[in-house]
C-alpha cells in the first residue's frame, strides 16, 4: 500500500530572505538588546539576540536594510520563540507602505 506524501502547509504570510543585518530591539522602559536578523519578509523577521528579552509592553526593532536612506525603527509581535532566550520570530506591525518597498 503507497502512502501520499503532503507538503507541510506554509504559515509564513510572504516570502523571506537570508539576511544578517545588525538589530536592535527596544521596549516601552527603554531597555536595549542587541543581535543579527537571521531571514525578513515584508511582514516579519527571525533574530538572533544577546540576551532574553523581556516583552513588556511595546517592542521596537530598528535595522537597515542597507539602501542607503539608514536604519529606521519599527513596532512589532513576538510570534514565536525560536530558541529560548536567544532566537525569535517577529510580526512588523505597523510598517509604513515606504519601509515596505525597502
Do not use: C, H
Request: charged share 30%.
Amino acid at each position: 500500500m503507497s502512502q501520499s506524501l503532503v507538503a507541510p502547509r506554509e504559515r509564513r504570510r510572504a516570502a523571506r530572505a537570508f539576511r544578517e543585518w545588525p538589530v536592535e530591539i527596544k521596549n516601552g522602559s527603554g531597555k536595549l538588546w542587541r543581535g543579527t536578523s537571521v531571514d525578513v519578509s515584508t511582514t516579519g523577521m527571525r533574530v538572533r539576540v544577546d540576551k532574553s528579552l523581556e516583552l513588556r509592553g511595546f517592542m521596537f526593532i530598528s535595522f537597515d536594510p542597507g539602501d542607503m536612506l539608514g536604519p529606521f525603527w519599527t513596532n512589532f509581535s513576538l510570534v514565536r520563540e525560536v530558541a529560548p532566550g536567544a532566537e525569535y520570530g517577529i510580526r512588523f506591525l505597523d510598517l509604513p507602505p515606504k519601509n515596505v518597498d525597502r
